[in-house]
Each structure stands twice: as structure tokens, then as C-alpha cells.
């Protein structure tokens, strides 16, 4: 399995609603992002997990809240956000430290209204 | 500051010509090199990754790294249609608090016409 699974594909919420996006991947790789990204800009780094541990996290607003279950799963907990924060939301994984590159999931489309 | 610079084009090229992306990074610890083609809608894929001087090449891909001049391209041969869309460029570094962490370029808008 070479894949970076992401659900759902498509969210739309509003600004008092409580939603998660979720992330899984089977190549045991034990780093695992989140990056948002707007339209016609690069990915922005959110958060990196290492070995299940949360090791960045770059001033990212409380209102995104990241939990790493296990190896294998990554969610974002989302509550309270605002227009400015609909973008594609793009979970990645890669062996330890990033050597030969992230795989990235598919992405959620995240629209807040 | 670690800088990736691309220029962001758009690049435009006639289907069967050489296409040739360019990047420029900031610091010199810089240890891995990354291409990835972004589709409009779409996640970024991984198409080539150079940690070493010199060319690296994979079908009609090359990707070209020199350290020196602190410079990464990519080449595309025989440039199809379905080429076209947006090449980031992203260099890490694998040391101390960097972690692994991928400092991405703007892009680079290819439109390959038929």
C-alpha cells in the first residue's frame, strides 16, 4: 500500500460547527504533516508528528487541533473556524526525517461558511 | 531564512519540446531535492527527488543539482499536454529541529499546447 488516505474529500461547516478531517497511511512511515493550502500557493506547514509525537507546530491558530492516535492515523479536529481558513487541507507522510519525500493524500476541500 | 525561489511563469511550450523548470534555494545546508507536479484541483505527486551533484534521470524526467550554485532544475522531453500543470520545487534539510520539514517554492505553471 503506497497510499495516503484522506476523508472526507469535501466539507462544508460553519463558523460554530465541529468537524474532523482524517488521514491514514499503511507504509509505515512515522512522520506524518498536515498542510494547508490556498489557491495558487504552495503548501503551508501546519503540523509534523514524529513517531506519534507532535513535534511542530507552526503558531497555528487553537481552533485546528491535531491527535495522532497511532503510526498510522492522523486527524485535524476543527472548531470555530472562520471563511479565511477554507482552503485544501493536504495530510503527507514520510519515512523518518522526510528522506525520499512525502507521499501526499488527496486532500479535503474544506469550505467554511 | 530558508528561501525556495521559482520563477512562476506561466511557462508555455509546443508538445514535443523541452521544457525546463528552474529553482533556486538560500541556504547551503540545504541536503534533499524535490519536483512535484500539482495538478489544478488536485494534491502534489512526487515526480523526482536528487540529493547529489550532477543529473538524475527517470524516463523523460532529469533533474539536475548543483550545490555550488545552490540551483535545482527539472527537464521534461518530449513535453505532452498532459505535462501541463503546476511544478513545485521543495528542498529539506536532514538535521537537528528541521525534521524532515519541506520548504516549498511558489511553482512553476507549465501549459504544454498541442
Known amino acids: 500500500d503506497t497510499e495516503v488516505t484522506q476523508t472526507p474529500k469535501h466539507l462544508v461547516m460553519g463558523m460554530t460547527n465541529k468537524k474532523s478531517l482524517k488521514c491514514e497511511q499503511h507504509m509505515g512511515h512515522r512522520a506524518m504533516y498536515w498542510y494547508k493550502q490556498k489557491a495558487k500557493k504552495p503548501p503551508e506547514l501546519m503540523f509534523v508528528y514524529s513517531y506519534e509525537k507532535l513535534s511542530i507546530n507552526e503558531s497555528v491558530p487553537s481552533r485546528f487541533s491535531p491527535e495522532c492516535p497511532n503510526s498510522s492515523l492522523l486527524n485535524l479536529h476543527l472548531h470555530a473556524l472562520q471563511p479565511e481558513d477554507s482552503a485544501l487541507y493536504l495530510c503527507a507522510s514520510s519515512q523518518d526525517k522526510g528522506a525520499g519525500g512525502y507521499t501526499f493524500g488527496s486532500g479535503t476541500r474544506l469550505t467554511v461558511v | 531564512q530558508k528561501e525556495v525561489e521559482q520563477n512562476s511563469g506561466p511557462l508555455s511550450v509546443p508538445e514535443g519540446a523541452i521544457a525546463s523548470l528552474n529553482c533556486t534555494y538560500s541556504d547551503r545546508g540545504s541536503q534533499s531535492f524535490f519536483w512535484y507536479r500539482q495538478y489544478s484541483g488536485k494534491s502534489p505527486e512526487l515526480i523526482m527527488f536528487i540529493y547529489s551533484n550532477g543529473d538524475k534521470e527517470d524516463g523523460r524526467f532529469t533533474a539536475q543539482l548543483n550545490k555550488a550554485s545552490q540551483y535545482v532544475s527539472l527537464l521534461i522531453r518530449d513535453s505532452q499536454p498532459s505535462d501541463s500543470a503546476t511544478y513545485l520545487c521543495?528542498?529539506?534539510?536532514?538535521?537537528?529541529?528541521?525534521?524532515?520539514?519541506?520548504?516549498f517554492g511558489r511553482g512553476t505553471q507549465l501549459t504544454v499546447w498541442p
Open positions: 521543495a528542498v529539506s534539510f536532514d538535521r537537528g529541529s528541521t525534521l524532515g520539514r519541506l520548504y
